[in-house]
């Protein structure tokens, strides 16, 4: 069983919908958790962190729930610029090592 | 703001060479930095994990004799594929961080192929 499991999607959105992606993590050590965005070819990038509490960022909402080892991200009014593989990440470990999941796809489509 | 760099950005070699990958951070000190591939549709998957004038720890599954990482200075670490294959064409991405526990900056990655 991968460590970080995520549903590849494709997720294919109109401009303006709102989209949920879900995520579950099997290590109950994993310490903190992450939305990374990566474009097509390029480097990942932080998207934000994700706390128990929620955190919200403009039109993103992350959730964790440790109880059921469950990860969510919300993109409400989603943009064309939205477009991208939004992965998962998990740290563990003494340097924090990072896990990623296979990432879920979004197109947002004009 | 916190860069890294990665050189090159791809490359293409015959199967035997060795394929040299430089990752540096350019604006502040990387104590830790750590190395990672990735496959066509495939999510990152850490190679090994490398601090400063220490030798680097790798992932289970992953040859150190094959992929030599060097990080000697604060600002610059190499990982050297060593007589590699087609099976080794993949992203290679590195990423720094000020130490363990921070937060990692990623280089822009190098995509090799492997003929």
């Known amino acids: 069983r991968k460590e970080v499991e995520q549903d590849p999607g494709p997720f294919n959105v109109p401009e303006g919908a709102t989209v949920a992606f879900n995520c579950t993590y099997s290590?109950?050590?994993?310490?903190?958790f992450f939305w990374y965005r990566q474009d097509c070819r390029k480097e990942p990038k932080l998207l934000m962190s994700?706390?128990?509490s929620g955190n919200e960022d403009g039109r993103f909402t992350a959730q964790l729930n440790r109880a059921s080892q469950y990860i969510s991200l919300l993109i409400r009014d989603s943009k064309l610029s939205d477009s991208a593989t939004y992965l998962c990440?998990?740290?563990?470990?003494?340097?924090?090592?990072?896990?990623f999941g296979s990432g879920t796809q979004l197109t947002v489509l004009p | 703001g916190a860069v890294v760099s990665q050189h090159p950005s791809w490359v293409i070699c015959k199967s035997g060479t060795s394929v040299k990958i430089e990752c540096r951070s350019l604006?502040?000190?990387?104590?830790?930095m750590f190395w990672y591939r990735q496959f066509p549709k495939q999510s990152l998957m850490l190679m090994a994990t490398?601090?400063?004038?220490?030798?680097?720890?790798?992932e289970q599954g992953v040859e150190k004799d094959k992929f030599l990482i060097n990080h000697a200075s604060l600002t610059l670490s190499t990982l050297t594929v060593t007589s590699a294959h087609p099976e080794d064409s993949s992203f290679y991405i590195c990423?720094?961080?000020?130490?363990?526990?921070?937060?990692?900056?990623f280089g822009p990655g190098t995509r090799l192929t492997v003929l």
């Open positions: 990440v998990g740290t563990s470990g003494s340097a924090r090592q990072l896990t």
């Open positions: 290590n109950s050590a994993s310490q903190s």
């Open positions: 994700v706390y128990s």
């Open positions: 490398s601090n400063e004038g220490s030798k680097a720890t790798y």
């Open positions: 604006d502040f000190q990387a104590t830790t």
């Open positions: 990423s720094a961080s000020r130490g363990p526990g921070n937060e990692q900056f």
